[in-house]
């Protein structure tokens, strides 16, 4: 005998989707030309391609690129539901690390408002950190002031960030700053593809973890794409 | 109700324990907890400590894991070690647990999952609210658990009266963090029309016809809406 449903899937609700804001502070300086953009490039083409492909992560994680310098906001925060396709970087300017790290900041503490104020659920947010060289142009006191300011949301587990060297030109000293308890990574060359299915891969992880779950990065990915 | 931590080795037993001994603890003490309304820190703490107590006691004395926990989690066998000892955060699980007697309830809460208060208007209609909502953190994937060493500052005690002469509570409709999935609306926090569906069911059908097709619901329709499992008790009077 088959048992009648008490209810049915019209009366439940839709909530929305649980969020993992992704800030992705991209160096895009004139040193960055030629090669190193393009391969920038088609790294983070291949990361919207993964996340789109992803069927949880695609309403799920939310990405927003800051690039630097001058410091720009390329794309705001949200879903590759509504923004499939990245932008296309282009390299030019100085390196001022501060300034692009306070608007990536800044960025991301408005979406929580947003997602606070619209009783969306979100994870904690991911801030990946590119250069290839070290800071300048740009005001060292507010460097400063934001190596301390992601240093304690780190500490407070309220960020996790990924400080990443782009070839030997980059100053792995200011990246480590911005890291603590774990040190700055190293590319293997211009090997973003293999980082961004890396990362692609890490936040479909998160998307899909429930109360509880400890988020264990996959170690042995990162031998893939970082000089260890 | 106990909800185990999904990450959580042994979190299964660890809420199979805090749902039977909240049961008996509260049971044994209700007419006192009951009146006790201005000492709810007490309440917390008393009821807290107590399952803690509990906890650590099987964590040492070792888990009688089944054949296919050892499989996937790589343990020896039966045979080679009947009981498996564990950490106390491998026992994590939260609690949503609603007692009463004669006119008066009492309400615990840690961690998420819903409890939904229903009330009747003038007799006739009836309407749900949320009476305790999903204690989650900042981040979606954090919650409290009984095994977490500030439980008691997080669990949330409510006392009231079921009469009222207006709107006499009717129902209640306790959730885990899989039916709350789709019977709770998170940006308002409010419940689904339908739990007042499910709490009329409970009124109205014998236990015979109510059980298979509660199980049938959440099987075939609230358990499509979600990765999580997924438990509901209804209280109707």
């Not at chain 1, 939310?62 to 794309?75: D, K, N, R």
């Not at chain 1, 590319?187 to 293999?194: A, V």
């Not at chain 2, 008393?46 to 926990?69: F, N, Y």
């Not at chain 2, 029309?193 to 097709?213: D, N, S, T, Y």
């Amino acid at each position: 005998m088959s048992s009648e449903n008490l209810i049915e899937l019209d009366d439940l609700l839709d909530n929305p989707t649980p969020r993992v804001p992704v800030s992705l502070c991209l160096d895009c300086s004139g040193s960055m030309s030629g090669q190193p953009i393009q391969e920038l490039n088609e790294g983070v083409a291949a990361f919207y391609s993964a996340i789109n492909n992803d069927e949880i992560a695609r309403y799920s994680a939310e990405i927003s690129i800051v690039t630097f310098g001058p410091v720009q906001l390329e794309t705001d925060f949200q879903t590759l539901s509504t923004q499939s396709c990245p932008p296309v970087l282009k390299a030019n300017g100085n390196t001022p690390m501060g300034e692009a790290v306070q608007l990536s900041l800044d960025t991301l503490e408005r979406r929580k408002q947003e997602y606070q104020t619209n009783g969306v659920d979100y994870y904690q947010p991911w801030l990946v950190l590119m250069t290839d060289g070290s800071p300048y142009g740009g005001s060292i006191s507010l460097l400063n002031e934001q190596v301390n300011r992601v240093a304690r949301l780190v500490e407070d587990k309220k960020l996790t960030v990924f400080p990443i060297g782009i070839g030997d030109g980059a100053n792995m000293e200011v990246l480590n700053r911005f890291s603590p308890g774990r040190s700055a990574l190293k590319l293997q060359g211009l090997n973003f593809s293999d980082f961004f299915a890396w990362l692609s891969k890490s936040v479909s992880k998160v998307s899909q973890s429930t109360p509880g779950d400890a988020i264990k990065l996959d170690v042995e990915g990162i031998k893939g794409w970082a000089e260890l | 109700m106990s909800d185990g931590a999904g990450s959580a080795q042994f979190s299964h037993f660890g809420a199979r324990l805090v749902a039977e001994r909240a049961s008996i603890m509260i049971a044994r003490e209700l007419k006192k907890l009951l009146s006790l309304s201005n000492e709810k820190d007490r309440i917390s703490n008393w009821l807290i400590s107590g399952l803690q107590k509990e906890l650590l006691e099987l964590s040492k004395r070792g888990v009688q894991a089944t054949s296919s926990d050892r499989a996937r989690l790589a343990l020896p066998s039966i045979s080679e070690q009947p009981r498996i000892t564990c950490d106390l955060k491998a026992l994590s699980s939260t609690l949503v647990l609603v007692a009463t007697l004669k006119d008066k309830y009492i309400t615990f809460h840690i961690g998420d999952g819903v409890i939904g208060i229903e009330n009747a208007y003038h007799g006739v209609r009836h309407e749900v609210r949320v009476a305790s909502d999903p204690d989650n953190g900042e981040f979606a994937n954090e919650t409290h658990f009984v095994t977490s060493k500030d439980a008691a500052a997080h669990m949330r005690v409510s006392i009231g009266s079921l009469d009222h002469p207006v709107r006499p509570v009717t129902g209640f409709v306790l959730m885990s963090d899989g039916p709350e999935a789709s019977l709770y609306y998170k940006p308002t926090h409010t419940l689904a029309p339908a739990c007042v569906k499910l709490i009329a069911a409970c009124r109205e059908l014998p236990h015979e016809k109510m059980q298979p097709q509660l199980t049938s619901t959440l099987k075939n329709v609230i358990a499509k809406k979600t990765g999580d499992d997924c438990s509901l008790i209804l209280m109707a009077r």
